[in-house]
Every structure is written in structure tokens, then in C-alpha cells.
């Protein structure tokens, strides 16, 4: 079936008008595609071959195929960009393949060279097909209706009647039928033409028209969206900034570099420009159903832009807050247990709320207290262990049942030693790093395990206490600001737009002729339509219908035509379908 | 009985129901093709009236001349249009009657779902199968009130029971209220034409498949000649199941294109970025290029209509490995299957 000529060829717009029915050898570029055989063409030929090449719609093709096939190893493998802890386990995991596949740049896949190499050249090829395809639309919508062809007798749409009316008025009719009420925009183009008499047929009027011309202006406007969109996306991508800050209730956070915990700015965006807005975290609320799912999050806060009044604003999930030039999404939320440590010589060396880390649904959270400014002489103190909100104790140890506070209790094992902080190097804050640590154990040398509900105070066995004074919650906030939305939103819906336009507009051309014979007005009409088209005939036949004086005794064609279904999807044979089989 | 039972159970109905829809399509088509082997064979026999003749007097010829694209196209147009009297295909009205039943049981069960629930019904994989399974229903019978495609009933059916036997056993959760990433109006939107598209997607699919099918067959494959597959002479030709699935993958494409741009709209609200390749944003993506793909091919010289086929299987298989495989293996963000 792929021999049938149900589909037109490629970029060639025009559609075949029967007497030219396989005009394009090789539909694939705008240029009739170049199969250079000579040898001899050199570096000029050679270049506009591969030009050539690179616009053909093969390769648009294959280079579309390329680009689903390069996105999957981004979903199968861990990505550095969203996830560096599972790259590194992964590498762990994986000691001979991982650092090959790292250095083909299989975890950062969507910025690898080959993953832009692919869509960068098919931008380029999108470039180099448009523009011509532009040029000629351009010319085209400035041109007029195909001439009426001779003979209608191989189109696959088609309707013959009499009429009692003049050959002229049948035609004025026609144009006026086709052309629609409105003046500007027409349905068809429409030219009226005259045929002196031939030997077999004396002078007719004709009507020729075409439709659809916005079937390419959409085709135009959606890869030129895309194009749009992808600018716009780059151009997003210099001029971001995104981060993100820990806020605990109560306290404030000012619109700063130094007061995000990670920042990260696109290469033309100037950090000294952030707007110097300040936020406090108010309260945060949680709402859980029965077993635990989450229902509501509500961050409350209050805001204050520079030389403004401070006002009070919600942030949800779902509903990010406006403030400054960025927006603020709450990303997460979890438990920060105020705690204070005094060290072996009763100083305070440690006092205030300290983040930990929900890893489940009822918010089991992990968490480290690092306790470095301890008295001369001591040792450091470290405290690695769990907030339980709704601790319920077992035989085994203890675990969290809920994700409200129910019954909070923090979990924690004791080490002394050096936390390693002053090596310079940055430590994570959510892991201690026990080398130069050791725990500290009860008497009968099993580890020490401290158990704290909120308000209590614990000797550690090393001298000194903890003291679990509160439990304040804190929330993950986002802060981004990307200029470039705006863009993207437009771009991505008139690629929409257009796409819907150029895939649902039918292309259609509609001839009639009309002549006197016999004391009566003979008239013929045929269509044809570029791409499947169920409702030509229909066309057709409500073209005739429409005329006036259009009398019984029509000829057969026109009404089997229209109820055999078979008929109705006769627009698939691109060129004028033969009424004769397809081969 | 609660609401939310009620309607695990009218699910059960509506599949039994469309059960029923499938035999009698079954029966149509091997009814049918039964007739038509006998038919040949009289033919055969015969050679007093020949096949070209009766059609011309039957008004078939035009059938016959557009679709013959097979050596045998101008007896088949024949016997269709000479040969089947009305109520000689009784099987297929009993199909498409029960197949409006049990699609009417499955859009109430739907419904009430999403009384029970309070929501939209469609925010976990058990009720994104079903509802993708209604839509591809609704597709099949909304094109059929317009043209005769009851040729297709057995598959669409077949696959509607496949996905609601798969969602009632694999995907069940019960009822409930939504975790707040997911309450947002964009829930309705985006995971809506979602959905519809991929059921328009399944139905192209299925038509796609009988194009590859038909094709062979007419090609002169031997597997496909045998008996029992003589059914495959009830389909249209391949040229107009292509064109039948195109146009279907059309609507698709668009309502997919809005489905990623929806979604895109939607994480930038809900995760603070509009793009992260996240699994599924990373499927959806190679499912929009994919049948982008389709498209092209479909105009290029050498890869229409076999190879365009394909392109639709694979487009089809991402668009299931997307709903299934990425929210089953994958641990990303879109973990909304509820399991
Ligand atoms: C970013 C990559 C591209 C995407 C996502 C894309 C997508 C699409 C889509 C969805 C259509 C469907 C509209 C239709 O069939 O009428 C289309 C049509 C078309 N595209 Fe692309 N395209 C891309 C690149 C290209 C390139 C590089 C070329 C040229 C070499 C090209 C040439 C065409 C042509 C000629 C049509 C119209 C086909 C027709 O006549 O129906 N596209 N494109």
C-alpha cells in the first residue's frame, strides 16, 4: 500500500491536479531532493548537499526518532540534576560501568552534547525547511485559484445536474456559494473564468476555487512556535535564579544569597539585583485524614517588600506566593525540635531548632545535631537519631504511628570527638561524619540511646545534657523567578493553535462548469482535496444543490456519491483517485 | 451498600455487559466471513455471473473500484453489498446495543466513583483505566453512529474488558480525598484530556493494527489467508484504515500536545518549574515526538502507510508504558497512582 497515492508529497504544497499527479520524484525536500551521483562536486556542492540532507523531511524524521530514543535513558538512570544522592549510590553500586556511562553523560542527559547535538540539528533543519516553506506560502496566499482543469472525469469528488437558469447565473451563483456571506474572509478564493467553444463543446462559464490555505499558515505558525518556544526556554535559562531556604516558625528569612541554603542563577542574571524583600514564617498547619495521607498544607507568613507595609499571605501547595520578582512554593514541611545542649562545664554550647528530615508517611524524621562550640578542653558533640510525632513504644524500640504531634519523642544516639568541621571542607548538615567520633556508651558498654519527650532534660553520659524544649514545624520553600514564562505560555499555546488549525482545516479545490445545451444549462462540478477529507463530496454536492433552477434528473453520479460511505472518504486518494482500482 | 461499592460493582455489570457485546461481534465477524467463504466458493463453481457485473447493478461499482486495491477487492465489494441482507447481521446490532449498555453502566459507575470520592473521578491509576476505557467506548460508538465501523466492536470492547479486569484486580484503591499537590482544578484539565486522548489513541491503535493485519493479508501472506482469519475481508481497505486512524491520531496528537502543555502549566504552579524531566514528563515527551514522527512520516515518500503504521504501535506502546510502566517502576514525582 505504500505504492497508493493517498498522500501527497511532502512540502510540495500545490496539489497534484491530475495531469502532474507524480510530479515530485522524492517528496522529502522543498528542493526536489538532490541524489547526487557525480563525484566531482566539491566543498560548495558538498555543503548544499548536506544542506539539502539536513532539510529533507527523511531526516527531520529520523532525527525525531533520535530524540525519543535519546530522552529514555533520563527516566531509566538517576539524574543529577534532580536527584545526586541516587547518581552517587548509583556510582557505588556500579564501579565499572558507572564511570563510563558518567563521562558519556548518561546522568545529565538533557544537557549531554548528544542529547543537544540532536535537537539543536533538528531546530536547525526545522529552520531550513520553514523559510522557504514560508517564502512560498507567501506567494501563494497572493495567487489565485488553480486554473479549472479540462476534464473533470478523474477527480474524486464530483456532481454533474441541469439547471433551468443561464449558464452566467449559475456561475455568479457558484461564486457567491462558495465565497460565503462574509466579504473579508472568505471561504473560498474564487475565480470566474470563460471557455470559448471547442469542436465537442460550445462556451462555458467556469468557477474555480481553493480553500484551506490556513491548513499552512498553521503549519507555518506551529514550527515557528517552536522555535519561539525553544528561544524562549534558553533564553529562561540565562536569566533565572532558584532557590531554596529552610524556614522554621518564627523565623524570618530575608531575600538574600546568603540567606537561601542552596542558590543557583542562570549566567546572565546578577545575584546583587534579587529584590530585597523580607518573610517570617508565621505558623504552618497540616491537615491528615485518619490513617495519615496528607490533606492541606498552609504556610502563613508574613511578608514585607522593601519600603512597603508587612502583610500577611498564605502559601499552599498549588498556590505559590508572588513576592518580590520571584514566587514562593512550599516544597515541603517537617518537624524542627528546639533543643538545648549544655556541655560537661553547664555552659549552654547549643541552643534552637534544628530541622529534621520526614522519610515517611508519618513523618519518621531524621535528623543531626551538631554541637561544635563546646567549652576548651571537652570534646565535640554529635547527636544523629529520629523525631517520632506520635512515638508509640514497643519491645523492639519505638516507633511513630502518626504524622501530627501526637506524642512526640526524639530518639537519638550520643557521640563524642571531633565533628570535623574545621577541615575546611563543607559538611552536609542533615549527615555527621563519625571518624573521629566515638559513641558513647552506658556502663555495661552498649550504646547510648537518648529518649526525649518535649520538656524533658537528659544527662549525657559524658557530662552535659540535652534539653528537648519545643517542637516548632518548618517548611521547604522554592523561590524562582524565571522572566521568561510569559513567553514560553504564548509560544507553547500557538504551536497549540496552530497545530489544531493546519491538522483540522481541510485543503479543498472546487471547480464547476457550466454550459448551455439542448435549451437547458448543463453543469459539472468536481473537487479535490489534499490530505483525507470525508466531507468533499458533501461540498460537492451542496455546491449543486445550491444553484439556482437546478432541476430532477440529475445525473446518477451525484446521488449514489453521496450515500456510499466508501465514496465519502474518497479525499484519501490525494491525487484525483481513478475511478478504476488504486494500482 | 455505599455509594463507592455501588460502583465497584456496576463496573463488574458493565464489563459483564460488554462481554456479552464482544461475543455477538465475534460472531458477526466469523458469521460473516463464513458467508463469504461459501460465497467465493459458489463463485468459483459458477462462472455464470460475473462478480464485476453485480456489483455494477447492486450501485456498488464505486465501492468497489475505490477500494480495489486487492485482487480479489472487486468480488468482496460484491458479496458485501449483494449478499448481506439486513438482518443477516443481527450479531452486530446485539453488539453495538450492549456495547452502549455496558458503556452506559461504565460512565454511572464512573460517576458515582466520583460522587464517593467527592472529586473528579480520574486521580489514581484504577480510575484513569477505567475512564480511558470508557472514552475509547464512547470513541467507538460515536463514530459509528456516523459510519459503519462495527467491524471494529470486538476489539474495542475486548480491550475495555482487558482494562477494566485490569484496573478492578491490579489497580483497585479505594475511594478518597486528594493529597494537596493534587487539588487543583488543573487535576480536571490536564489529567481529563489526558485521558481522552489516550483513549482515542487506543482506538487509532486498533484500527492501525487491522491496517497491518489487512495489508498482509491482501500482500498474500500465508499465515493471514488461512481460515480463520477470513474475517479480516470485513475491514476497509488498508488505505482507508489508515485514514481512518489518522484521523483519529490527529485529534489525539492535538489533545496530547494540550495534555503537555497542561501539565507543564500545572508543575509550574504545584512544583515551582515548569520542566524537569521528571519519568513521566520525559514519556509524555517521547510520546508527543513519536507521533510527531507519525505525522511526518505520513507525508513522506517511503514511509507512509505500512511504516506510518508502526509508527503508531510504537507511539500506542509509549503511551501505555507511560500510564503503567513509569508510574509502576519509576519513582518520580507523578506518583498519583495511589499504590
Ligand atoms: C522540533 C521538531 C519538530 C516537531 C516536534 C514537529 C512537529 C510537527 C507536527 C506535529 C506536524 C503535524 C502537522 C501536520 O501534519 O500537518 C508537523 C508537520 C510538518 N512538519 Fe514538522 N516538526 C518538527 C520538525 C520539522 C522539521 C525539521 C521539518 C522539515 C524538515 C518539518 C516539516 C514539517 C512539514 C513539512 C509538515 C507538514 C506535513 C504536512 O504537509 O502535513 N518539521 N510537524
Known sequence: ?583 | MSIAEFSTDLVWGAATVLAVSLIAFAMDLAQVSARRAEASRAEEQSDAAPAAESADSAGASVSSAVEGGTPSGGSTATVTATDEAPQRRRAAGIGVSTAWLGTILLGVAIAARGVAAGRAPWANMYEFTLVGAFVALVVFLGVNVRRDIRWLGAFVTGIAILFIAVAQVNFFVPADGLQPALQSYWLVIHVGVAIIASGIFTVAFLMSVLQLLRDSRDEGSAILNRRGWGWLELTPTPTRLEGLSFRLNAVGFVLWTFTVIAGAIWAEHAWGRYWGWDPKEVWSFVVWVVYAAYLHARTTRGWSGRRAAYFVLVGYACVIFNFTGVNLIFNGKHSYSGM
Not at chain 1, 505504492?3 to 491536479?17: C, H, V
Open chain 1, 1 to 583: 500500500m505504500a505504492r497508493t497515492p493517498y498522500r501527497p508529497e511532502g512540502i510540495d504544497d500545490a496539489f497534484s491536479t491530475g495531469e502532474s499527479s507524480s510530479a515530485r520524484p522524492d517528496g522529502s525536500s522543498p528542493a526536489p531532493a538532490a541524489r547526487p551521483t557525480a563525484p566531482a562536486i566539491g566543498v560548495r556542492g558538498m555543503l548544499r548537499w548536506m544542506w539539502r540532507q539536513l532539510t529533507s523531511m527523511r531526516v527531520a524524521l529520523l532525527l525525531l526518532m533520535l530524540l525519543a530514543v535519546a530522552a529514555v535513558p533520563g527516566s531509566v538512570l538517576p539524574q543529577t540534576s534532580q536527584d545526586a544522592a541516587a547518581v552517587a549510590a548509583y556510582l557505588v553500586d556500579h564501579p565499572t560501568t558507572g564511570p563510563w556511562l558518567e563521562a558519556a553523560g548518561f546522568f545529565d542527559v538533557y544537557s549531554s552534547v548528544w542529547f543537544s547535538a540532536i535537537y539543536l540539528l533538528l531546530f536547525v533543519s526545522l529552520v531550513g525547511c520553514i523559510l522557504p516553506r514560508t517564502a512560498a506560502h507567501w506567494r501563494a496566499l497572493r495567487g489565485r485559484p488553480p486554473r479549472t482543469p479540462r476534464r473533470f472525469a478523474r477527480f474524486p469528488a464530483q456532481a454533474t445536474g441541469t439547471s433551468s437558469a443561464a449558464p452566467e447565473a449559475v456561475a455568479d451563483a457558484a461564486v457567491l456559494h462558495l465565497r460565503g456571506r462574509r466579504r473579508v474572509l472568505p471561504i473560498f478564493r474564487v475565480e470566474r473564468g470563460e471557455e470559448p467553444a471547442t469542436a465537442n463543446r460550445p462556451a462555458t462559464a467556469t468557477v474555480a476555487a481553493e480553500r484551506g490555505y490556513l491548513r499552512e499558515s498553521g503549519n507555518l505558525l506551529f514550527h515557528l512556535a517552536l522555535l519561539g518556544l525553544l528561544v524562549s526556554v534558553a533564553t529562561g535559562q540565562m536569566l533565572h535564579y532558584r532557590g531554596q531556604a529552610i524556614l522554621v516558625e518564627e523565623r524570618g528569612f530575608a531575600n538574600s544569597v546568603v540567606d537561601y541554603d542552596t542558590f543557583e542563577n542562570g549566567a546572565l542574571f546578577d545575584p546583587t539585583s534579587l529584590e530585597a524583600f523580607t518573610m517570617t514564617l508565621d505558623r504552618f498547619e497540616s491537615e491528615f485524614d485518619a490513617v495519615g495521607t496528607p490533606r492541606d498544607f498552609t504556610a502563613y507568613v508574613t511578608v514585607t517588600e522593601p519600603g512597603g507595609e508587612p502583610t500577611s499571605e498564605t502559601i499552599k501547595v498549588n498556590h505559590p506566593l508572588d513576592a518580590g520578582d520571584a514566587k514562593i512554593y512550599l516544597q515541603g514541611n517537617g518537624y524542627a525540635p528546639d533543643v538545648t545542649v549544655r556541655d560537661a562545664d553547664g555552659e549552654v554550647a547549643f541552643a534552637g531548632p534544628v530541622p529534621f528530615i520526614p522519610e515517611d508517611q508519618v513523618y519518621t524524621s531524621r535528623g543531626v545535631i551538631k554541637v561544635p562550640d563546646v567549652s576548651p578542653g571537652l570534646e565535640q558533640i554529635g547527636f544523629v537519631g529520629y523525631l517520632l510525632p506520635t512515638a508509640v513504644m514497643e519491645d523492639g524500640g519505638a516507633r511513630s504511628v502518626y504524622p501530627q504531634p501526637g506524642n512526640p519523642q526524639l530518639v537519638l544516639d550520643v557521640y563524642t570527638g571531633d565533628l570535623g568541621l574545621d577541615e575546611g571542607v563543607p559538611q552536609n548538615v542533615y549527615s555527621l561524619d563519625t571518624d573521629d567520633m566515638t559513641p558513647s556508651t552506658e556502663e555495661d558498654g552498649t550504646p547510648t540511646t537518648i529518649v526525649l519527650g518535649v520538656g524533658d532534660t537528659v544527662d549525657l553520659p559524658d557530662g552535659g545534657s540535652i534539653t528537648f524544649e519545643d517542637l516548632p514545624r518548618y517548611v521547604a520553600l522554592d523561590l524562582r523567578h524565571d522572566p521568561a514564562l510569559g513567553f514560553i505560555l504564548t509560544f507553547s499555546l500557538l504551536a497549540l493553535g496552530g497545530l489544531a488549525v493546519s491538522l483540522f482545516t481541510p485543503r479543498r479545490r472546487v471547480w464547476l462548469r457550466t454550459w448551455a445545451e439542448d435549451g437547458r444549462t448543463v453543469v459539472e462540478v468536481a473537487g479535490l482535496a489534499r490530505h483525507d477529507d470525508a466531507g468533499l463530496q458533501g461540498q460537492v454536492d451542496d455546491l449543486l444543490a445550491d444553484l439556482p433552477g437546478i432541476g430532477a434528473g440529475d445525473d446518477d453520479t451525484s446521488s449514489d456519491d453521496t450515500t456510499s460511505d466508501d465514496t465519502t472518504t474518497n479525499g484519501e486518494a490525494d491525487g484525483p483517485a481513478p475511478r478504476k482500482a488504486d494500482r
